[in-house]
């Protein structure tokens, strides 16, 4: 007798998968329980409650010695490198994707020779493609962890950015770099000294092909109302009356592209040419005379929040090592109930039409 089997395509198409599937619930339905009960799991677990077949038994001890070649890891599923037609949403170019706060001890040069390891949170993002569905994010955190025990520059952070941007396949990248710097200051007067923390953020971008270099710096200063100085003057020369003007705790957020590849812009250079603008800086150690000397140094200094966008602006203008900029100053006010804001920019790379709703919000310095 000639039997006729079905012809099975070296490559199974999705028909053939759908009628092997039918086959083997038709096998289930006449199969014994020891049949059953030998069936490859794998197979089980197509078959979701048809009748007799067994749950597979699943090991509930962690398998410690257990190595995961290349073979096997080949066997590993990848979703996010999957292809196009598993991408949900519409099919769009997705600017920045990425990770934010991944936090590992850095070390950076200051400007006199000195290191110090930091704890820098990173933000590293990618752009992705309309047809691809997603990026492997754990690539971003190897390629920086194999540039971390090297002293940190732009230089170094480029080489990061370089390494994911291979790693990932993508055209555009941005790593930024946050931490907190510690830069001892004296006192007005009593010659004290103690440690002054700077919010900074190193920020490298390549946007077709083109890479800007961004150093972000938090100043926080006091700042005296000009208006409410005068008035209380106003009160003693006329009436005799003690008055006091009012000032604030402020900060600006200065935002310089960086244009220097022998010359560096030092953290501490950036730092000074705040201090030259507004030099009402808050103390850090501060006796009697200190106190005195910071009450004459806000009266000598009144400003307002317009003042103070222009006073940066015209020492950012000073330093060629400096190009593009913008200035987002926030006096976090003690008469009223609400903050008087500015933001000036120069140049092309900080124009936005819109803004962050939250941003001045952020601009709020905790001691």
Not at 169 to 195: N, T
Not at 319 to 342: M, T
Request: proline share 5%; aromatic share 8%; glycine share 4%.
């Amino acid at each position: 007798m000639t039997i006729h089997r079905p012809t099975i395509a070296a490559t199974p198409d999705r028909a053939d998968a759908t009628a092997a599937l039918d086959l083997l619930r038709r096998w289930v339905e006449n199969a014994s329980k020891d049949e059953l009960g030998s069936m490859d799991p794998a197979l089980a677990r197509l078959l979701p409650g048809a009748a007799g077949v067994p749950y597979p038994e699943l090991s509930r001890v962690y398998p410690e010695g257990f190595v995961a070649d290349a073979a096997y890891k080949e066997t590993l599923p990848d979703l996010q490198n999957g292809p196009s037609s598993l991408i949900r949403g519409a099919k769009r170019l997705i600017q920045h994707v990425g990770i934010s706060n991944f936090r590992l001890p850095i070390r950076f040069h200051t400007r006199d020779n000195g290191d110090l390891t930091l704890e820098t949170s990173v933000t590293g993002t990618v752009s992705l493609e309309a047809d691809k569905k997603g990026i492997n994010m754990s690539r971003i955190m190897r390629s920086f962890y194999a540039h971390s025990e090297k002293t940190f520059s732009f230089g170094v952070i480029e080489a990061a950015l370089d390494d994911y941007k291979t790693d990932l396949e993508s055209f555009d990248a941005r790593i930024q770099m946050r931490f907190s710097f510690p830069m001892k200051v004296e006192s007005l007067r009593s010659g004290l000294m103690g440690y002054q923390y700077y919010d900074i953020t190193l920020e490298l971008v390549e946007i077709d092909g083109v890479r800007q270099k961004i150093m972000h710096l938090d100043y926080v200063y006091s700042s005296t109302c000009p208006c409410s100085l005068e008035l209380s003057e106003h009160a003693r020369s006329r009436r005799g009356q003690l008055a006091t003007p009012h000032s604030q705790r402020s900060v600006a957020r200065i935002s310089a592209v960086v244009n220097c590849d022998q010359n560096c812009l030092w953290f501490e250079d950036l730092i000074d040419l705040c201090r030259r603008a507004v030099p009402t800086e808050t103390q850090v150690m501060v006796k009697r005379e200190d106190e005195q000397a910071f009450a004459e140094l806000n009266a000598a200094n009144p400003i307002f929040v317009e003042d103070a966008a222009r006073l940066f602006c015209e020492q950012l203008h000073t330093d060629p090592r400096i190009g593009d900029f913008r200035v987002i100053a926030s006096h976090q006010e003690s008469l009223h109930s609400h903050d008087a804001v500015s933001v000036l920019f120069e140049g092309e790379t900080f124009a936005a039409t819109s803004m962050d709703p939250r941003l001045f919000s952020t601009l709020f310095h905790v001691g």
